[in-house]
């Protein structure tokens, strides 16, 4: 007789183990046999092709090599001589468990990872990180890995991959979290190197917990003058398509080239090919220069990474050195983030606005997998008179997007995959996005600062004041389908940020969102269309809590504020020569989604 018991390693991994009341005395081959004993009824006949043992067969116990629960933190194997069991103790953190469906083929021993696996999202045990090109190289990058369990320690490993190599190796000792605590681990290693298309072997980051975690991409870790911020999606949550975001280069020079996207293989013999509305750029050795509308291949081994850059040889058409739109595809699971070392937002006549501020975007886009048909579009926590620029990338070939109240511009049909529209609407104007026959993502632009440096002398130089803010500087950010929101979060915020914001997104008058122990004052919910409201909510830097008993969206944003700040991370060009401190405003900003399920919703 069987019996069942129940044990949990912490409140949200339980495992339901099957227990033997009683040895088993002989295997059947398939395991469906039944024996003397077993509580099936018995039947004198037999068949002529039943197997029955002989007095001269040797004394067989059980299948060589089969494995089976012995108790709830071992398994046992059956002996090559298949005369015995021989006992296989669980891994620490680990409870044996049965297999009793097609999902499986024999008992094994699953921990809480096991359990994220299962229960996808954007908590996981094992994440890639690969530095991000931004302005300053010698500007480290951040890897924030936060605890989001309430009752269980993190034992958390970096790994580096040394460039031209491909077997990974720890770095420093491993870093134990306590529960809903948070740790910066600093990415010191080279960019891929150049700035144009480049294939590298090795310099990959990864890291490894005993129990999951959830990790975000800060470039660079501190304030600057030019940063942004990625949520990142563990390697059980990776997938085989993907979308690049970016935005085009808009001024002169052109010192934020190029718009980009990189990859990383995740298993060897992979093939990754892309499919680029614009020209992207070739090494030859052994990346492949890719005609607009073209097909490039590449193959690629784990830790491998590519960088594929927009060509320069349009160097006078903003949009054709702009890679948002390609389509991303491998034979197997791939890593992919995607952006610009530095891009002003908007783009604008260069005859009129010849100069502008711009920052680095990057952002890890969400596979296509995971996209969704209905997303609030919340406009950024307000800063001045800046418009709101959204990008709208279709999945699917004939996607028809609608928005609620309906927006300038709207409804509007996206004829390809890949394809995207652009929308600007006026500050604080936030609506939701709709579609009834596919999936698309809107990806959220934060506004340039206003240039107007040189005013004085040459006042056509101002950027329009009616659409301008003196607080941040662009950053770009993907939206999390309503589908795929959850109820909880642990989020951490980037360092050295005066202005840090968790913007809220719930359902109309739905259950309190609790921060940090405390309801979200209702008085600062927004609605938006029919059916849902948002807050944007000040806190403080670090790590916070965020739940509900419903599901609901969060995004994590923040700015730079608008005079000297002596925390600004700066190259000795801009410092006082005197006091060694900042000597001119930190103009920057971050955001990224807070955290996401991660279930299938669309088949590409």
């Keep these: 007789m069987r019996r069942f018991t129940m044990f949990c390693v912490m409140p949200r991994f339980c495992t339901c183990l099957l227990i033997l009341a009683s040895p088993i005395v002989a295997c059947g081959d398939d395991g469906s046999a039944d024996a003397e004993g077993s509580g099936s009824a018995a039947t004198a006949d037999t068949t002529a092709d039943s197997v029955l043992p002989t007095t001269t067969d040797p004394m067989i ?18 002996a090559p001589t298949g005369k015995l069991w021989i006992n296989e103790p669980c891994a620490s953190m680990t409870l044996c468990t049965p297999c009793e469906d097609e999902s499986c083929t024999e008992d ?43 009752n269980v320690q993190a034992t958390v490993q970096l790994y580096l991959t040394p460039e031209g190599k491909s077997t ?12 809903l605590e948070a740790h910066t681990f600093e990415l010191t290693t080279n960019f891929v190197q150049g700035y144009s298309s480049m294939f590298r072997t090795g310099g990959t980051h990864r890291i490894q917990s005993d129990v999951p975690v959830i990790a975000y991409h800060h470039a660079p870790v501190r304030m600057s003058l030019g940063n942004d ?3 990142l999606l563990p390697e059980s949550a990776l997938r085989n398509e993907y979308i690049a975001f970016s935005y085009g280069v808009n001024s002169y020079p052109r010192n934020g080239e190029p718009t980009y996207f990189e990859v990383v293989a995740l298993q060897n013999f992979t093939t990754l090919e892309w499919f680029p509305p614009v020209a992207t750029a070739g090494n030859g050795l052994p990346v492949p220069f890719v005609p607009a509308g073209g097909r490039g291949e590449l193959k690629m081994n784990r830790f491998d990474t590519v960088r594929i850059a927009a060509s320069g040889n349009q160097t006078d058409i903003v949009s054709m050195r702009d890679v948002s739109g390609t389509v991303i595809k491998a034979n197997k699971p791939i890593w992919v983030t995607s952006g610009s070392r530095c891009s002003r937002v908007p783009t604008r006549d260069v005859d009129v606005y010849p100069l502008g501020h711009c920052d680095p975007l990057q952002e890890m886009p969400i596979p296509l997998e995971y996209w969704g048909t209905t997303y609030v579009a919340a406009a950024s926590p307000d800063r001045d008179d800046e418009r709101h620029w959204w990008r709208v990338y279709a999945g699917k070939d004939g996607t028809e997007v609608t928005t609620e109240p309906v927006q300038a511009g709207t409804p509007f049909i996206l004829e390809k995959r ?22 698309f993502m809107p990806v959220q632009y934060l506004q340039s600062k206003r240039f107007d440096e040189y005013a004085p002398t040459a006042p056509g130089i101002i950027e329009p004041a009616e659409e301008s803010t003196q607080i941040g500087d662009p950053a770009m950010y ?28 719930r359902t109309a008058a739905g259950p309190d969102v609790v921060l940090d122990g405390a309801a979200i004052d209702s008085v600062l919910y927004l609605p938006v269309g029919s059916g849902f409201e948002i807050a944007d909510v000040l806190i403080e830097e670090g790590a916070h809590l965020i739940e509900s008993d419903a599901p609901f969206g969060i995004v994590q944003v923040g700015y730079s504020g608008p005079g000297i700040d002596e ?4 190259t000795e060009e801009y410092l006082d020569p005197m006091t060694g401190l900042p000597d001119q405003p930190c103009y920057s900003s971050y955001a990224y989604p807070g955290g996401m399920k991660s279930e299938p919703i669309y088949v590409p």
Aim: net charge negative; proline share 6%.
């Design 61 to 78: 116990e059980c299948e060589p090599g089969l494995l089976r629960c012995a108790d709830a933190v071992s398994l046992e194997r059956c």
């Design 108 to 150: 094994r021993c699953l921990g809480p990872c096991d359990s994220a696996d299962e229960l996808p999202s954007s908590a996981g045990c094992s994440f890639i990180a690969n530095r991000q090109l931004h302005m300053v190289e010698e500007f480290n990058d951040g890897l924030v890995v936060a605890n989001p369990n309430s």
């Design 168 to 179: 990974e190796e720890p770095v420093g000792d491993a870093v134990v979290l306590d529960p």
């Design 229 to 231: 911020s990625s949520l």
């Design 418 to 439: 890949g394809d995207y529209m652009d929308l600007s609407v006026a500050n604080g104007t936030s609506f939701v996005f709709q579609s009834d026959n596919g999936v």
């Design 478 to 505: 993907q939206m999390v389908p309503v589908e795929q929101f959850l109820s909880r979060y642990v989020f951490a915020t980037a360092l050295n940020f005066p202005n840090n914001y968790v913007q809220v997104i």
């Design 567 to 570: 925390k600004c991370e700066l």
